[in-house]
């Protein structure tokens, strides 16, 4: 593992240290966009012949792109959906693009979200297309969630969406990054550092609009080691957090739920049975298994997203979930890192993933999860221990030269400090993203706190009394002052976000400040 807390960032100087002259930083700009545009000519012949033949497809099949985007490449295929990187040709004189850049501080590590590309220059963007097979209803949701996430940081922003007859694409920013099994075993503290403040700010936004992402895997957070810079993308499987459960649903005060209180539950019913439970666990091997004719009531809850990722609530079938699932989820990608080794879990069913992560943190702990959404955990397999082990005994023993050479190191202890919160197993009291953010393995007393550079959702922060929603069409609005007038100005998404302590775009004046 690498313990120096540095980035290996290409710099701008030459090999003597010195400023290079702008031309050749133009130089260098033109010949990345050439690299960008040609990407294709570097894959296998016939790969090659097969993304041509579905960008044509695509263009027949949606007429509409080809007079405002140059498709030249494929950037990867899943199973609702395929992506493709093409040139914004109407970037610099068709479009208004201040919606979806927002207006992210300079000092912010979100600013590249809101930096307008240079005049003249080639313009990358992702276009999206959904598969005609997916559901009607999944596809607007995953539109209009992408819609309330604009403005949040290190999130891939929707720039515009459009359908054509049975066809529906999404348009969002270009992000340069690179395959997670390329780096993890190599990225340095630093990296990994700034991989995880991107990830938790990403999902500090979207929580706070009652967000969950439900996907957070590698995959799904584009990482550039280069910059130290990540966003998080493909909301395909996004929900709003929405209780049989002992603990209450997400709220603002409590981002993970709160565990109820005693007189808000049955206390003696749940006794009875945790201890019906043991008993079974007790039972011989001959009477486990699923009842032939089971007459319990059918759970249902939502368990989208990708095995080895869920959280046991997910597997729990916990019909109450909030962003705790994704915090988890975020939780397994630090573990890749500590243990070098990617993927860990691939169970193929929810019951062999909980027995994955029981054997990991013992049968207590695991009835207790299991207790706290009204369920019971029981087992007869002699190899489970009662209490487990940690997460830092769980890594050691993955990768022994954790610690090479063996002396203290500050940043691997805090490292793991913060595993642990990550995956504690009861979701109510696992670390939010804002925590997260500011416990000392992320912290950096160097530079501004979290909540300086936090996009406030709509009608929140310094200037909230403005803003307000239209009773009848539920259009954001905002109220302004126009030669001394006070007039409503319509506002479509992602324009009207306070950042920090500041006001939105539009009463910045009112207030006397800028950013």
Not at 77 to 86: M, R
Not at 285 to 298: E, F, I, N
Not at 351 to 377: C, D, N, P, W, Y
Request: negative net charge.
């Amino acid at each position: 593992m690498e313990s120096g807390d540095e980035l290996n960032i290409t710099t701008g100087g030459d090999e003597d240290g010195n400023d290079r002259d702008d031309d050749q930083d133009n130089d260098d700009d033109a010949q990345g966009e050439t690299d960008d545009e040609n990407t294709i000519c570097l894959k296998p012949p016939e790969e090659r012949q097969e993304i041509e033949r579905e960008i044509a497809s695509l263009e027949d099949a949606v007429p509409l792109l080809r007079e405002d985007y140059k498709i030249v490449d494929r950037l990867g295929t899943g199973t609702f959906s395929s992506v493709y990187k093409a040139i914004d040709l109407g970037y610099h004189d068709k479009w208004d693009n201040n919606p979806w850049h927002g207006h992210h501080p300079s000092t912010s590590s979100a600013y590249y979200q809101s930096v307008e590309r240079a005049t003249e220059s080639k313009v990358f963007v992702a276009i999206k297309r959904i598969y005609v097979t997916s559901n009607p209803e999944r596809i607007r949701n995953e539109i209009s969630i992408m819609e309330d996430c604009r403005g949040c940081r290190h999130i891939s922003q929707l720039i515009t969406a459009f359908r054509h007859e049975d066809q529906v694409v999404a348009i969002m920013p270009y992000h340069r990054n690179e395959d997670f099994r390329d780096f993890y075993r190599d990225l340095p503290m630093a990296g990994i550092k700034s991989y995880f403040r991107c990830m938790f700010r990403a999902l500090r936004d979207i929580h706070a609009r009652g967000i969950i992402h439900r996907d957070v895997k590698p995959a799904n957070f584009l990482f550039d080691p280069r910059t130290g810079i990540g966003t998080l993308c493909d909301f395909g499987l996004a929900t709003p957090s929405h209780n049989a459960c002992l603990h209450t649903a997400p709220s603002r005060e409590n981002p993970h739920g709160r565990i109820r209180q005693r007189s808000e539950y049955d206390l003696d019913h749940l006794k009875k049975m945790q201890k019906e439970a043991r008993q079974k666990s007790s039972w011989p091997s001959d009477r486990v298994g699923y009842p032939d004719k089971d007459t319990r009531a059918h759970s249902k809850a939502n368990r989208a997203g990708t095995r080895g990722f869920r959280a046991p609530e997910v597997l729990l079938k916990c019909s109450q979930q909030s962003g705790a699932i994704d915090v988890w989820s975020a939780g397994m990608i630090l573990l890749f890192f500590l243990t070098g080794k990617f993927p860990l879990f691939q169970s193929s069913d929810d019951v062999e993933a909980l027995m994955e992560v029981a054997v990991i943190i013992g049968r207590q702990k695991m009835e207790r999860v299991a207790m706290l959404h009204s369920r019971t955990f029981a087992t007869n397999i002699p190899s489970l221990a009662h209490e487990g082990i940690s997460w830092r005994d769980f890594v050691e023993r993955q990768n022994p030269e954790i610690f090479d050479p063996p002396k203290p190191n500050p940043h691997i202890e805090a490292a793991f400090s913060l595993l642990a919160e990550l995956m504690q197993p009861e979701s109510t009291r696992r670390i939010t993203p804002r925590s997260a953010l500011y416990h000392p393995f992320l912290a950096d007393p160097s530079e501004p706190e979290d909540d300086e550079f936090f996009p406030h959702p709509f009608g929140q922060g310094a200037c909230a009394e403005w803003h307000f929603l239209d009773d009848v069409t539920e259009e954001p609005c905002v109220m302004v002052n126009v030669d001394g007038e006070e007039k409503v100005k319509r506002l479509v998404a992602g324009e009207g976000i306070a950042i920090g302590r500041w006001p939105c775009e539009f009463h910045r004046q009112d207030f006397g400040c800028t950013m």
